[in-house]
């Protein structure tokens, strides 16, 4: 009994995680990580793996609906992927060489900063015509890339987090273009990392897989809501989940 009542949990947390995976562009890594380590037990290392298991079907369904509703610009989305796949790797082997608690608390330092700064974004009074509006081509995302592969791989899904409000804070971007542009840029990444985790003996299979089956189903309709409303919303919903992960992680 005992065991029908963890799939069963498993399947809802695999659900609810994909809708807000496919709602906020972040793949569910950022809500099984906590919930990992606080449920499970799991060191850092291991939740972070365990969530690349989940994250990387997920990331590539959202992909895919997204691009659907918005075609993600090819060359923007190379140039950043190919920057990542190299950085993912290096923060990944950072990562697995530093003690659990550490890389915990600097995960939700890392949340913390960058929710204060999705919400300052978000509840700033600024005059259209005042707006900075910078070109995003080839070589910013790149450089773009090279930050997301490194915080990609440290935290197993950083990358895209602070991909997002760079992109609509500094380049303009709409909320689901930023989005939708990260996911493209973190997949090869998230691979990458996968491949890196599991090698070192960091990542539950089981665990993670029960998880991305379920997560799967409700990825569409997280996509699709995150098209209807509006992107202020949109944001400040991006925001107080990063909040609401932070104590998470410090209780553990």
Same mark, same amino acid.
């Given at each position: 009994?005992?065991?029908?009542?963890?799939?069963?949990?498993?399947?809802?947390?695999?659900?609810?995680?994909?809708?807000?995976?496919?709602?906020?562009?972040?793949?569910?890594?950022?809500?099984?990580?906590?919930?990992?380590?606080?449920?499970?037990?799991?060191?850092?290392?291991?939740?972070?793996?365990?969530?690349?298991?989940?994250?990387?079907?997920?990331?590539?369904?959202?992909?895919?609906?997204?691009?659907?509703?918005?075609?993600?610009?090819?060359? @923007? =989305?190379?140039?950043?992927?190919?920057?990542?796949?190299?950085?993912?790797? /290096?923060?990944?082997? $950072? &990562?697995?060489?530093? !003690?659990?608690?550490?890389?915990?608390?600097?995960?939700?330092?890392?949340?913390?900063?960058?929710?204060?700064?999705?919400?300052?974004?978000?509840?700033?009074?600024?005059?259209?015509?005042?707006?900075?509006?910078?070109?995003?081509?080839?070589?910013?995302?790149?450089?773009?890339?090279?930050?997301?592969?490194?915080?990609?791989?440290?935290?197993?899904?950083?990358?895209?987090?602070?991909?997002?409000?760079?992109?609509?804070?500094?380049?303009?971007?709409?909320?689901?273009?930023?989005?939708? @542009? =990260?996911?493209?840029?973190?997949?090869?990444?998230?691979?990458?990392?996968? /491949?890196?985790?599991? $090698? &070192?003996?960091?990542? !539950?299979?089981?665990?993670?897989?029960?998880?991305?089956?379920?997560?799967?189903?409700?990825?569409?309709?997280?996509?699709?809501?995150?098209?209807?409303?509006?992107?202020?919303?949109?944001?400040?919903?991006?925001?107080?989940?990063?909040?609401?992960?932070?104590?998470?992680?410090?209780?553990?």
């Amino acid at each position: 009994m005992a065991g029908w009542f963890l799939v069963c949990v498993g399947v809802v947390a695999g659900a609810c995680i994909g809708f807000l995976g496919g709602l906020l562009g972040i793949g569910g890594g950022m809500i099984a990580i906590p919930a990992f380590g606080l449920l499970l037990g799991m060191t850092q290392q291991m939740a972070q793996g365990t969530a690349l298991v989940l994250v990387v079907p997920t990331v590539l369904t959202s992909l895919r609906k997204y691009n659907q509703k918005e075609p993600v610009d090819r060359g @923007l =989305a190379v140039a950043g992927a190919l920057s990542t796949v190299v950085f993912t790797f /290096i923060g990944a082997r $950072l &990562a697995l060489g530093i !003690d659990p608690t550490t890389l915990r608390h600097s995960f939700a330092i890392y949340l913390a900063l960058i929710a204060c700064l999705c919400l300052w974004q978000t509840l700033r009074v600024v005059p259209q015509r005042t707006r900075p509006r910078f070109l995003f081509r080839r070589p910013q995302a790149f450089v773009l890339g090279v930050l997301t592969g490194i915080l990609g791989g440290f935290f197993s899904v950083g990358g895209a987090i602070l991909a997002v409000p760079i992109m609509t804070g500094i380049f303009g971007l709409k909320q689901t273009s930023a989005q939708s @542009l =990260a996911l493209t840029m973190v997949i090869l990444g998230a691979i990458v990392g996968l /491949i890196t985790y599991t $090698l &070192a003996g960091q990542a !539950d299979w089981l665990v993670g897989g029960v998880l991305a089956a379920s997560s799967l189903t409700c990825v569409p309709y997280g996509v699709r809501m995150a098209h209807r409303v509006a992107e202020r919303t949109l944001r400040l919903a991006f925001a107080a989940l990063l909040f609401c992960s932070v104590p998470l992680l410090l209780v553990r």
